[in-house]
């Protein structure tokens, strides 16, 4: 089992930057991947980000430029830079740790496959115009 942790949501002007953190406890061990959802009121979930163990980096389309996924190995942390931030990025972000096969990560819809691991509590973030 992994527990995930969120931290780093607010309210920030358009344009703005904040910082999320995803903290892992638990057997992190079997962590293969780390990502970021998010979900607006109304509206269906969305992978955001994704950092996989062999080095490859995943956005969406809609962050690409202005969100950075990166981890700290060492504290089992991810993290999520979101710059220029606008309205349409107002969502609960929540992290996901999976512990799955790589291969069902480069072989599928990797938010998908991803969406099926272990799921944090989410944080919010409201950006306002």
């Known amino acids: 089992q992994v527990q995930l942790q969120e931290s780093g949501g607010g309210s920030v002007q358009s344009g703005g930057s904040l910082r999320l953190s995803c903290v892992a406890s638990?057997?992190?061990?079997?962590?293969?991947?780390m990502a970021w959802f998010r979900q607006a009121p109304g509206m269906e979930r969305e992978g955001v980000a994704a950092i996989v163990s062999d080095g490859n980096r995943y956005y969406a389309d809609s962050v690409k430029g202005r969100f950075t996924i990166s981890q700290d190995n060492t504290r089992n942390e991810a993290f999520l830079e979101m710059n220029s931030l606008k309205p349409e990025d107002t969502a609960m972000y929540s992290c996901v740790a999976y512990p799955g096969a790589l291969d069902d990560l480069r072989n599928g819809d990797i938010w998908s496959t991803l969406s099926l691991g272990y799921w944090g509590q989410g944080t919010q973030v409201t950006v306002s115009s």
């Open positions: 638990g057997a992190t061990y079997i962590i293969k991947a």
